[in-house]
């Protein structure tokens, strides 16, 4: 089974603070994502990924940047945490080959920013 | 642009009752539509999907079918069960647009009784 693992499920930071988010997937699947989701509003996406060191805006990237140096991880950051970033964060992969509207997500990353 | 719109939740039944969750859709090109599902404190799994016009999804006893003239792809069960409870996602990837993205609703949430 494919697995997409996210670092951390719960997060507390502070307004300012440098945030990393890690996600890790297991399938060598060339596509990665990274979203938002929010009561009301659903998902967004905010970056991804078609190969190691190539990124694309999602539809919110502002607030957001992201690294793809390895294949099978990509990571997103908040250079300075703000209240509005407070959210659940859901990372997901695919593979090139697959359709795609057919992602593999991980159980998400709840942040919290004071 | 492309959207998806759900009803809105929370929808409440009693355990063998008739599922439908509402979704509608506007796109240009030829979209392929999905339902995910997301299971209390998991990340979102694909339940169905559908690539064309009056394609049926079916997955675990669920059922959507691709209505091209009223752009709609309403969920459906007939018996539902106290495990279905979940917030189940309508979404769909419209080759026409400039990026193969995946576009969300906004989720409705689906509780059921025993």
């Known amino acids: 089974d494919v697995k997409v693992t996210q670092s951390s499920r719960y997060l507390v930071k502070r307004t300012g603070e440098k945030v990393f988010l890690e996600c890790v997937q297991d399938?060598?699947?060339?596509?990665m994502f990274w979203y938002r989701q929010d009561p009301g509003l659903g998902l967004r996406l905010i970056y991804f990924?078609?190969?190691?060191?190539?990124?694309e805006k999602g539809d919110i990237p502002e607030g957001y940047s992201v690294s793809r140096e390895k294949k099978e991880r990509f990571s997103l950051i908040l250079e300075s945490a703000s209240t509005n970033q407070t959210s659940m964060y859901l990372c997901?992969?695919?593979?090139?080959?697959?359709?795609?509207?057919?992602?593999?997500f991980g159980e998400g990353s709840r942040l919290t920013v004071l | 642009g492309n959207s998806v719109t759900q009803m809105e939740g929370p929808v409440t039944l009693s355990e063998e009752a008739f599922l439908t969750i509402n979704c509608t859709y506007t796109?240009?090109?030829?979209?392929?539509l999905f339902w995910y599902v997301q299971y209390p404190g998991e990340g979102l799994q694909l339940l169905l999907k559908a690539t064309k016009a009056d394609d049926k999804g079916s997955n675990k006893g669920f059922e959507a079918t691709y209505r091209k003239e009223t752009t709609s792809f309403h969920l459906e069960k007939g018996s539902v069960q106290v495990s279905d409870s979940a917030v189940y996602f309508c979404?769909?990837?419209?080759?026409?647009?400039?990026?193969?993205?995946?576009?969300f609703g906004t989720g409705t949430l689906l509780a059921v009784q025993p």
């Open positions: 997901a992969s695919s593979f090139r080959a697959h359709h795609p509207g057919e992602l593999f």
């Open positions: 399938m060598d699947h060339e596509n």
């Open positions: 796109a240009t090109g030829y979209p392929s």
């Open positions: 979404a769909l990837v419209n080759y026409g647009g400039a990026t193969n993205k995946l576009i």
């Open positions: 990924s078609y190969d190691v060191k190539m990124k």
